[in-house]
């Protein structure tokens, strides 16, 4: 662990960590909802008529809802989406989700969000997710823990995942931060991509059916097989931020 702490901070030359927030994705670490946004779109596109790869949209997870939609229509009918189109097949797809999603949250989340507040640092939320049904219930299921000053989602960004644009902005949120002062919890490829493009310290969950290597491959400098796991070595990964050097 030590090792791999050192290495990220060669690798982004800085010195140390000064570790002030920690920023968590949504679908797959906090809530299990990819299981409902995979069936939804799937089911968006068959009534298109747009085929679209098995699994694929896990692969997507984190884009913002017009970049998906214009890459199944590249494949298909070599074009974007018109803005119409694109309204209507979102809020087709969000109407599908409300149907699918459970609203269940992804065992130990709430510990993980617990003792990242025992230790006075900050929980910042980065999402690509624009769905209101979700975000609506973050006050319910993790209370006190976010507010919209500490949140970014779909409407904050130009540029979703796996562009840096949102975890760089989720460091303006999290306090005027550079990017050894935080660290990311994601689960999903473009996330990571985009967490590390920010010069973030990564470390991924796998919640979901990829491997652990697609994972490792996109950038995470540690994988967990569930939040419940990552809890049990955050005070480790923590404790050592705050004495490795580079």
């Keep these: 662990m030590k090792e791999i702490l050192i290495d990220y901070l060669n690798r982004n030359n800085q010195n140390k960590f000064d570790l002030k927030a920690v920023i968590f994705d949504m679908d797959g670490v906090l809530y299990d909802s990819m299981p ?51 309204e209507r097949i979102y809020a087709r797809k969000t109407e599908l989700f409300g149907l699918y999603n ?25 999402t690509g997710s624009g769905q209101p049904s979700l ?9 006190d823990t976010f507010t919209p000053g500490t949140m970014v989602t779909a409407f904050d960004v130009v540029n979703g995942k796996p562009d840096p644009e949102p975890f760089l902005k989720g460091l303006q949120k999290g306090g005027e931060l550079l990017p050894h002062q935080a660290i990311v919890i994601e689960n999903a490829p473009l996330g990571i991509e985009a967490a590390v493009g920010a010069g973030i310290f990564t470390i ?7 491997s652990d290597a697609i994972l490792r491959e996109a950038g995470a400098s540690l994988v967990f097989s569930s939040m419940n796991h990552l809890r049990e070595a955050l ?7 705050g004495v490795v050097t580079a």
Excluded: C
Aim: no cysteine.
């Design 36 to 86: 409902a946004h995979d069936r939804s779109w799937q089911q968006t596109m068959d009534e298109e008529g747009l085929t679209h790869e098995p699994g694929e949209f896990y692969l997507h997870e984190g884009r913002i809802g017009k970049a998906t939609i214009d890459i199944i229509f590249q494949r298909n009918l070599q074009r974007d989406a018109t803005e119409e189109e694109v």
């Design 102 to 126: 459970s609203g269940d949250t992804i065992p130990g989340a709430r510990e993980v969000l617990d003792y990242v507040k025992e230790m006075n640092l900050t929980p910042v939320l980065v």
């Design 135 to 143: 975000l609506s219930r973050l006050d319910h299921h993790f209370p």
């Design 204 to 210: 991924a969950v796998n919640t979901g059916p990829l």
């Design 235 to 241: 005070p480790a990964i923590i404790r050592l931020t």
